[in-house]
Structures are given as C-alpha cells and as structure tokens.
C-alpha cells in the first residue's frame, strides 16, 4: 500500500481557497488517511490528485481532470452502479477503501451538499455479497499480549475472530505462541488488527496487519466497548487479555462501518445528482454511540483450544482439507468438496466450521452421529428436507445487512420466503427420534409475526431502490393508500384529457404527454395551430410542434407530483420501520439461522453417507494402555474420501493401530499408494471426529486430540530455507508438542540430505516417537533398514505395500500387507512415467554396480540367459535402499567354518540359479539374520 493515503501537499497548504466539495474531500482524506477515500460526485465515485492517478493506473480507468479557482488536477472516477468490481480490485492490490457518501438532499441546506464515510471497507470486513464467497466465513482477527508482559513466550496471548458479514464472534488466549499460531491458520483471517505484546510473525503472510488505534486495546476502554455488546464480560472471558482484544476488535468493526459524526446511510439508497453536487434522500446520523453500534452482533462465543481436535497449518494443508495441493488438476479436489451436499449458504459455512473444529468428546460426536443416522436410513425425509433447505437465504448476513439499515426490500421478501419454509421444515422434522434432530425442531422458530409483518407490508415484487416507491403493499398504511389515490385519480384525469381537448379543439393529432424536465404538456402540431384555444399557454417550442399547458393542467400537475413525491417520502419512511422492526428481532433471526444451518450440515453428512456407502464409525472412550497410549484405530476397508472420487477404481485397505501396535513403518515403491493410504487414515479419524459417516466398511477409533503430519516435499524460498529445512522444522514442531493422544503422519523423513545422515534422523525420530513421545504414528519411508525397527521396538509393525512383477514391468496392486517390501523398484517407476528409454537402462547398469559392490555377490550369474532386473532391490532413482545396503556382509561376522549346521544346509538347499536378484538377496538378509541370532 501506498505509504501516505492523505491529502496532497499542495492541497493542504491550500485547504482555505478550495472549493467547498474540493474542501470536504481534503477533510475526509486527512481524518482517513489510511485508506483510499472515493468520494461521491453524482452517480460516480470519484479520487482526485494523486489518489486519482494510482486508481486510474490500478483500475484502468481513463484518467480526467477538474479545474476550479485553485487549479486543475487529476480526476478517476467509477460508476457507483458497479462499485463492488472495482473496489474488489483495490482491495486486492492492499488498498482499504474508505466510502464517502452524500447524506442528505439538495436544498436541505445551504451550501454543498454534506458527504461522509459511511463504510471503510477492509479484506476482513467485508460485507457486501458481491465481493463475498458464500461458503466460508470471512474473519477480522484481532491480536494481543498482556500489557505488562516480560516478553517470554510463556505469557498470555488473546486471539479475538469476528465475522463482520455474519456476526460470528470468537475468542481464546493461550500461554503458547504455538497454540494461538494454529488458531489463525485454522480460521484464516483475511485482515487483523495488533495489540501490544504481539508477535505478527503469527499471521500468515495472507492477513493484512491493519494499524488501529492501540487506546483501543486499554482495558477500561475495550470493556466500555464489550460491555454494549456482552453482559458482564468478566464472567465470560478467561482473562483481561481476552477482554482487550474482543472491545478492540468491536471498536475497529464500529471504525469501518462509519463513526457516528460521520452519518449513516444505506448503500441502495444513493443516486447521482445532475451537477455532482446532488443526491437522493440519506440518513443523517445522530450523535450517540448507538448509531455506530453492530445491532447484529449479540453473542459471543469464549473457547478453548483444547476442545477440538488440534490442526496446524501443516496439516491443513497436507490433508487437503480446504485448498488442493496440487498446482494443476481438479480444483475440487479438497475434504470440504466431497462433503459438501449443502442445500444453502447457511450448511455450507457450518460444515466447513465443524471440518475445521472436529470434536473430541465421543458423547458430542455421537449426538451427531445419531441424527445422520437417522438421516441416512429415512430418504424421503431427508430429501424434502434438501427440497425445502433449498429456499433457505443466508440469514446471517440478511439480517447483519437489515440491522446495520443497508438492506432493501428484496433482502426482506427473501427474509420472508425463507421463513415461509420452515414450517415444513418443522413437519419434516416431527417424527425424529434421534435428540439432536428433536432439539432442532423445537428450535425452528417459523417468526410468524416477522413473516406477516413482511407479507402486509411489501410487495411481492418489489424494486431494488427503495426510496422511488413501490414497495409497500396498498393496505398497509391508509395515508399512503390516500397519496396514491390521489395521484392515480389525478392521472385518470389527464389520461381522459387527451380525448377531451381533441374533441373539444377538433384537432385530431394532439397529445397529452409528460417529461421530468417540463412536467405535463398538450402538444400540437405546426399545421393546427390556429386551432389552440386561447386558454393554451406555450411551454415549448419544438421544430415541428408547440407544447402548452393549462392552468387546470398545472393545478393537476401539482396535485399528481405533489402526491406521489409525499407518498415516496411516506413509503420510504414507512420502509425503514418495517426494517427497524424486523433488526429488533435480530436474536430470533440469528437462533433460527443457526438451527438451519446445523439441520443443512447434517442432511448434507447423511446424503454423502447414502450415495457413497459410508458406514458410522463407533467412538472408544480413552482407556490408556500399559504403554502410556489410549488410542485405537481400526478400519476395516478404508477409502480415501477425494482419490475414490476422483479416479475410476479405488482399493480399499485396512488399518489396525492400538497401544500394543502403533508406530507402523510402512514401505512400498513410489506410486503404490503410501501417501494415499496414511492420509486416508487421518482423514477417516477426522470425519469421526466432525460427526459423518467414513468411507470404510467398518471403523473403530478413539478421538485424537491433534493430527500432525510431515507429508510432502516443498521448500520455501522467500523465508530462504531448503526442503530440507523445511521438513526439519516441523519435524521439530512434532517431536515438541505431539502425545500419546496425537496421530502423527511422516512421509519419507530425511529424503532431503545424505542417505547416512537422511538413514540416522529417520531412525532417531521413530525411535524417539515411540519411546518418549508414544504417538501412534504411520511412518511411509524407502529407508528399508528401518523396517528392522519393527522387531527391535515393541509397539512397532512393519507394513508393505504388494507388487508384482511381470517381465520387466511392475504391477501395482495398491493392497497393504505385513511385513517390509522387498524394494522401492524406482527405476520401473522411472519406466512408467516415460523416463527416456536410454536413461533407464543406464539405470539399470548403474544400480547392478552398486549393489555387487555392496554385497559382494555377483547379479549376472544364472542361467546364462538375460538378466534380471535388479532394480527392486536396490537404491532407487528416488532415493531408496536396498535392505542390505550399509549392512555388513556375510563374511564380516562369520567364518564359513562356524556357520551353524542349519544354516549350511539351508545355504546348499539354495537354487540360486532359479533365484531372481531380489530373492537372492533376501535370502542372504535372512540367513545373515540367523548368524546373528
């Protein structure tokens, strides 16, 4: 963003000799100076000077000028018709833009017409739908410390969320930076404010940091603030931090709305003047702190962390669980997308709520376990439910726009026929029998009196601009029912006046019309004008025509405009009454918005659960082992939820982790599905944990309380760290803060440096993981050596992925087994993505060397014939091993003459001839084993 925002140098300098709108600008620019002010000027939005040159260039935008007595200077302007589309790209560009409009009428008072801020409009505090996604949440985060802190990371941090569009409010605070660092990845804020004490290297490079006035963060005040919105605060909040950044965040979002001075009007009720210095009607604030207040937001929800299971950034990401890793292919691609079967905006926010906080209390869980249960087995029930979720609007943020007084007539018809289906919904729901599906039906508030107040007062279709009549229904108000008797009397009389005057004047071609400029008239042509009667008074003079008028004519006239400029002004006056009454009622609105969005969210986890043969997982309560660890996970017949969508045949697998077996090392070559299937075990734990159904036959589990994983290779250039430091650093965020109740996925750990090195910190960390930490853990690595680790630990397995070989070619069968694989077969993998031909058979000839040298057994011996392909038992293009490779050989800890009886006779048995390379070799590991013993 530009550094200085303000008015120009020589502006200010010359602020007494501009004009007064040009004055009015200057003002409004300096009082907001860290925004780009837009300023109304009839039907545009306009910038001057150098703010004009930067929204022209950024806009593309033609780029004008406007001179006055002190000048000329630069002038952008965009149609305030189609503000959003370019204010989305400012805001993009890191500009927050402050909204000046007109506030009042031509002609209410002397001078120019007054202009004020009536929104600054910020990437967390957007509430205009147009530049909103419907299915997610868009949250401001304020940040803060305890004032008097020492600076040690063990002091208190406060994370304070709010979604201005919606009114969802949030708060937590921790002892742990850590903690408070994956609450802002969890909830991803767009924009956040920063209070004393608080490190911003704890915001994603995404969230804009806004300076704010850090006064608001003061105790005292930031209670003031909180206490109009919260009943007594104390008791609510954990702490004073807590209290400082919820009053701070408050008095930003009353900051961006638009201060109290500053007047108050709705963004459907502006339109242009013929000279840039009109306007239509406005909403002149008053001067109490209640104007500024955000009616809407009513509840605030005061959580802890340890509530829900834990995910980092690191997992959210490598988990899929919003946004697709990869670069290219399917967009959809995500958790979120497989599951979501929402019929309205309301589900889809909340189903992305619960993927993001899935639970840890098994009671929890099953109370929504029963209801898709229930659900799922009832179709006809759940489909009507879909069919009538489908009418559903999104309440919260058409009643934050009817409170903060911005919504027209068409968000109240919508607020209606919402309303209009939720007695269905209720009948829908009345034969539950499940808990939860009973408390929402109770919970169903049809808000009868909003929805007859709606139906008695507004038409059924009703115009975007509300301040032009038309959109209360006749009935409604008896004065206004007589204005438009008055005037639609008024215009029966002119409409019949036409055959009168061509009757009574005997000229056939007059007509009686109307324009906005001269009002109505009686034209007559050239040839018939020594037929006007004397009573005729010309108006306008046209190249083939005269224009008159009568007194009567201008007496009715009168009457007609007089009538319906009053019936306008009524109507509108009666609009707002409507709306006002309907934003006392914004608690009801918001309970009922919430019970629709639960409902939506659990219709929508028991379609996926029908269509895709989901089974309900059972939850275990934690009984903790001999070993320290209380949890367990067996799946029978795993699915990936988004690969089985996304390509044609999936193989299912099965998972079995308990106290007595949890760290498995599983092995298996590139593209045989090690990744897939250790996500697809965090997956399945997570849909348990957010209350769905799991694509499996059977599941068991006990909650976890935190999923971390280190999957995936990626580096990060700007920070300037290598992959591998990289995956060192959360390697060292999982080895400090995983537990026995933590799932801990690791993919190919130390794959980044040297095969000893890389060999050494893989073995270290399983070691560690199981002995200190007793995660359960899947580790997938091409470190075949740590396949031992399986007999030397005790809750530690070995798992391997099958492969088969066809002549030179390898065939994956994606099916997990006991046991270690016999090779990472990288140079077929190699073949199979089209590697040139020449490139792998020197491949071939490469790893043949390596691995005679290191067993000192020669691979060309048999038959004499072809040779086999030695590639799967050696170090792979990928960076695996071959299970003998940094092993010593036979002949370095026996003697040929101490070789015990049993093995002698099992070495003669040996049909080496008929062995391939890899079973030559294994049977070389295994009696190497037996030696040892």
Known sequence: MDPALGPPEKMAEKRDELTPMMRQYHDLCARYDDALVLFQVGDFYEAFCGAAERTARLLEIALTSREDSTGEYPMAGIPIDNAESYIETLLEAGYRVAVADQVEEPGESPGVVERAVTRVITPGTLTEDELLASDDNNFVAALAGDPHSSGQTEDELALALLDVSTGDFLATSSSANETIADEVSRFDPSEAIV??????????????????????????????????????????????????????????????????????????????????????????????????????????????????????????????????????????????????????????????????????????????????????????????????????????????????????????????????????????????????????????????DVRELIDGGIVSDPPIEITEGGIIADGYDEHLDELRSTARDGKQWIDDLEDRERERTGIDSLKVGYNSVHGYYIEVTNPNLESVPENYERRQTLKNSERFVTPELKEREDQIVGAEERADEHEYELFREIRRRIADEVERVQDLADALATLDALVSLADVAAQYDYCRPELLEHETGDDGSGLEIEIDGGRHPVVERTQESFVPNDAQLTPEQRLAIITGPNMSGKSTYMRQVAQIVLLAQVGSFVPATAARLTPVDRIFTRVGASDDIAGGRSTFMVEMDELATILEEADERSLVLLDEVGRGTSTADGLAIAQAITEHLHDDVGATTLFATHHHPLTELADDLESAFALHFEVERCDDDVVFHHDIAPGAATGSYGVAVATVAGVPDEVVERSRELVVDAAERDSGVSLEGGDGGERDDPTSAVASADGGESPVESRPSLGDEADADEVPADVADELRALDLAHLTPVEALTELDRLKRLLEE
């Open 195 to 448: 209070g004393p004490n608080a490190p911003t290297d704890l915001l994603p490079e995404t969230c804009m940091v806004t300076p704010f006035d850090p006064n608001t963060f003061e105790r005292e005040r930031a209670e003031d603030t909180l206490s109009q919105y919260v009943r007594n605060p104390d008791a609510l909040l954990a702490s004073a931090v807590e209290i400082s950044v919820c009053g701070a965040l408050l008095a930003y979002a009353e900051y961006v709305r638009g201060g109290a001075h500053e007047g108050e009007r709705g963004e459907d009720e502006r339109s242009g003047g013929d000279d840039g210095d009109g306007a239509n009607r406005g909403e002149s604030a008053d001067t109490s702190s209640e104007e500024t207040r955000l009616e809407y937001i009513t509840h605030l929800t005061r959580y802890d962390p340890r509530e829900y299971l834990l995910l980092d950034a690191v997992a959210l990401e490598s988990l899929e669980l919003f946004e697709p890793r990869a670069v290219q292919g399917r967009e959809d691609a995500t958790l979120v997308d497989v599951l979501d079967e929402t019929a309205c905006a309301l589900g889809g926010r909340r189903l992305r709520d619960w993927i993001r906080r899935p639970l840890l209390e098994p009671r929890r869980i099953d109370a929504r376990l029963d209801a898709v249960e229930e659900l799922q087995s009832d179709v006809q029930t759940r489909e009507s439910l879909h069919d009538d979720l489908r009418a559903v609007y999104d309440l919260e943020r058409l009643i934050g726009r009817i409170s903060r007084e911005r919504a027209n007539a068409r968000d109240l018809r919508s607020l209606h026929d919402t309303l209009a289906v939720v007695p269905d919904v209720r009948e829908n729901l009345a034969d539950a029998d499940c808990e939860r599906l009973l408390d929402l039906h109770e919970r169903l508030d049809p808000l009868a």
